[in-house]
């Protein structure tokens, strides 16, 4: 008997229970659901920190005043600090540690700028020229910012962001005209290339002036972070224990301080989605013993009402094997059929969650987990299915053709 | 062709054996139109069923076309009764969901027979018992007669050389009977198929050439049907 007539017998036989075939698929389905999104999920955040990362480049590490710890407060909110992150600690460290290659300090805030009636409020970055290195961000026209120990409290120059350029100065270049920021006169200096959308905000929405000028600005003892750009990739691990290891010893032994490196981020990201993961792979593992015991019951049942039909077919000459075959083939399927619709139920899930969240985390379905969870839930249903199938192959078709309610 | 030697068959049923034959010899040559008659619980079914390849006897030697098939396994079994053997049930035994063609062409499946030849062959062999117009109705919207005839059919496609038949006319009535023993008689002129028909019913038994009775197990009259047994 060929596998596709086989296939056909179990199709129809399977179409004629539809209504509890579906019912018995239910826990399959949510099981699978609920598998395949968290996969989305996951697999969702690990992008999510690859594109974070890859806008600064790889083997840059991410220094914030405060320890965090990874169920903590963001990083930089903490309070509180015993030592900042002074402009001394970063100059130490550019002295010092082998593996930087370029460090940059930043002093972050929000302040107003304009120009005469013109204005807007914007993220302000008091920085040095490393910061152009760093994270490669240079000017469309103009200088950036002079380098660290060449400018005092005292140089009224900054960059401005593409947006704020253009939104400040809409009929002229901004290049070479005042500008006023949180109450001083800057002379804009260069505008920035255009960068759109990184970290979460729009980086062409930014003005930069020298790192003094912003500890004066916003008020500030230390640094909001330090962004240090390692020599080697490969460094990162040690590059962020010499710059822990200095930095301790500059604090007086406290790591109020946090290193963050793309490896870090990941792992306290990966920590979170393992929590999730727990939880529902519980729930999923629960649901898909659900489900398989719903397919073991669709089987039981239909080998024992269909004895009257095992009992014809093997009158007619079906090998026992023949038998056996086409009821795993039809609890085989009602499991892969869950696994298929669950897939698709999550790939809805998916689709939905991007409309709502728009591209704050890029959620995907990889195609191997929806195959994954096809194979899983087949399998599911052939170990469901197994032994009723077992039990309908060695039917006595005596017996079985008597069931049928035919004689007498 | 059939050759029962000593046939014996005893079910365990609690601490007592019941004995359904008790040493049955029968012989039954190619070609033979036969009846087998008894009342209920004789025997006549048990006999059938194993002449028939679906029990095997507890003692005894059972020769089909030469072979022993009293030992044998069932895989082996199966393969006879799909290839020399055709079965009809009084209560027909169809498959509900399957239309009239699909029930004909399922021992073709199993004997391995591809699909285009499964499907010319099995709306032959509905034309043949007057179903040509019908192959494509579900059991459930044909007569009693028809499904018998669509049951006819079905143990006629494999070209078998013995057709088994219990109570083929039992749940019919006396037209559609005389209909379904007419393509029996016909299926063994034309091609000397051999018919074996289990009934108690004395019309039936006389319609065929030999009648084997049995009562409680064992032969009790084997010769020319009579009206009166």
Redesign the interface.
Known sequence: ??PL?LSR?AV??L??EKRRVGLAVVGVVIGVTSIVLLISIGVGARTYVRQQFSGIGANVLVILPGRVETTGAMPGVTTGTPHPITIDDVRALRRSCREIKEIAPIVLGSSHISNGERSRDCLVLGTTAEFEEVRRFHPAVGHFLPPDGQMSRGDRICALGHTVARELFPSETALGKKVKIGGSSYRVQAIMERKGRQQGFDVDDLAFIPEPAGRRLFNARGETRVLVELVAIEEEEKGAAAIRKLLKERHKGVEDFTVLTAGSVMDILQRIVAVLTGALAGIAGVSLVVGGIGIANVAIVATTART??V????????????ILAQFLLESGLTGALGGAAGAALAALGVALAKLALGDALPLETPLWSVALAIAVCAAIGLLAGGLPAARAARL???AA?RS????? | MIELRGIEKVYPLGAHAVHALRGVDLTIRPGELVAITGP?GSGK?TLL?IT?C??TPTRGSYRLLGEEVAGLG??RL??????I?G?V???????A??SAARNVE??L????VG?SERRSRARAALEEVGLGDRVDHRPSELSGGERQRVAVA?ALV?RPKVVLA??PTGNLDSRSGEAVLELFRQANRARGITIIVVTHDRSVACSMDREVAIRDGNIVKDGAPALVA
């Open positions: 008997m060929s007539a017998l129809f036989a179409w004629d009257e039909e009992g014809i077919k093997k009158a007619l000459g079906a090998h026992p094997a023949w006595d078709p005596v053709l049928g309610g035919g004689k007498k | 209920s079914s069923q028939g679906l029990d069932a895989r199966a393969l006879i009764r799909n290839r053997l079965f049930f009084q209560s027909y035994h169809l498959l969901r399957l399922l021992p499946l199993y004997a391995g699909r079905r494999t219990d109570e």
